[in-house]
Structure formats: C-alpha cells, structure tokens
Nanobody, 121 residues
Framework: QVQLVESGGGLVQAGGSLRLSCAGS????????MGWFRQAPGKEREFVAS????????YYADFVKGRFTISRDKTKNTLYLQMNSLNPEDTAVYYCASGSTGTDTNRYPYWGQGTPVNVSS
C-alpha cells in the first residue's frame, strides 16, 4: 500500500535547483512531523531536514543549511524540499518520511520509495 510518493528528482548541473515533492495520504501526513533523508551509492541513509506538523519548527543538516528549504502544504497533504546551489555531493536518492522528527531513520514509520537526484559537475 503506497502511502508517501516522492517526485521532482532528476538530472541537474552543479549550481542548479530542484524542488522535490512528497504526496501523502491523510493517514501518513495529517498530524505528523516529517522529514527528508538521502542515500548516496555505497553510503548509509542520512538526515537532510525535518519539519513539525505546525511547520513552526524546522531542522537542517549542516551540509544543507542555507541551500535547502523544507516546507509543507496541509491543504495538499504535500511535503516539499527546495534545493538550490546543488553540487555533485548532493547526488543521492531522496526519501521523505513521516511520523517522527529528528535524525534517526528508525523513528519514522512511514517512508516513500525515493526519487533520484543526480548533480553533474
């Protein structure tokens, strides 16, 4: 049963921008804090950003501060990640998750299937 669906990934040149979206159902979106994670080839999945249900608390990994912005639209049950000034080190599969907050992947019960982002130099 599909509960979270990411989109918006693709190929972009270094310095470019992408906006990722994550569409959820009421079950996986409403009332939950949510987050974005990423996993590069050969590496563990890592925290990127999180946002509270009320959107009044946001947190970012140090390596994306000032470049990425997380947001959510409750009317559309959708989570976003605006990514600017992309560099090749940002190449990874990006996942959205809901049901928790913080950096620990084990605390999030709901996950999307991921959307790939490839940044060329």
């Amino acid at each position: 049963q599909v509960q979270l669906v990411e989109s918006g990934g693709g190929l972009v040149q270094a310095g470019g921008s992408l906006r990722l979206s994550c569409a959820g159902s009421r079950r996986t979106f409403s009332g939950y804090d949510m987050g974005w994670f990423r996993q590069a080839p050969g590496k563990e999945r890592e925290f990127v950003a999180s946002i509270s249900w009320t959107a009044d608390s946001v947190y970012y990994a140090d390596f994306v501060k000032g470049r990425f912005t997380i947001s959510r639209d409750k009317t559309k049950n959708t989570l976003y990640l605006q990514m600017n000034s992309l560099n090749p080190e940002d190449t990874a599969v990006y996942y959205c998750a809901s049901g928790s907050t913080g950096t620990d992947t084990n605390r999030y019960p709901y996950w999307g299937q991921g959307t790939p982002v490839n940044v060329s130099s």
